[in-house]
Nanobody, 123 residues
Framework: VQLQASGGGLVQAGGSLRLSCAAS????????MGWFRQAPGKEREFVAA????????TYADSVKGRFSISRDNGKNTVYLQMNSLKPEDTAVYYC?????????????????WGQGTQVTVSS
């Protein structure tokens, strides 16, 4: 699976962004999908995940209630809607795919990774 993330940018605190991750190469609906982020000097961390059907979603506590993950299997795309952004959300955001279709939260379980898209939130 090849993954291409897009939609990052510079936004003021309180603003919104929507990230997209387009997949190609394999049957997209066979995979669970996740979003992760890595801030400068920090380890990569889990943000959100969605099961193959979209029926199960899970979020990091730090983004719960502000971010929403969704997918369109017809378009082979997963989205991350980010609202009420805070400066601490600044990071490179990565999408990833995991075989088996589950909404995994563990980084090491993911099989394929996109290249990342920068999100910067100014105060």
């Amino acid at each position: 699976v090849q993954l291409q993330a897009s939609g990052g940018g510079l936004v003021q605190a309180g603003g919104s962004l929507r990230l997209s991750c387009a997949a190609s190469g394999r049957t997209f609906s066979n995979y669970g999908m996740g979003w992760f982020r890595q801030a400068p000097g920090k380890e990569r961390e889990f943000v959100a995940a969605i099961s193959w059907s979209g029926g199960i979603t899970t979020y990091a506590d730090s983004v719960k209630g502000r971010f929403s993950i969704s997918r369109d299997n017809g378009k082979n795309t997963v989205y991350l809607q980010m609202n009420s952004l805070k400066p601490e959300d600044t990071a490179v955001y990565y999408c990833a795919a995991v075989r088996g279709g589950r909404a995994n939260t563990i980084i090491a379980t993911y099989d394929y990774w996109g290249q990342g898209t920068q999100v910067t939130v100014s105060s």
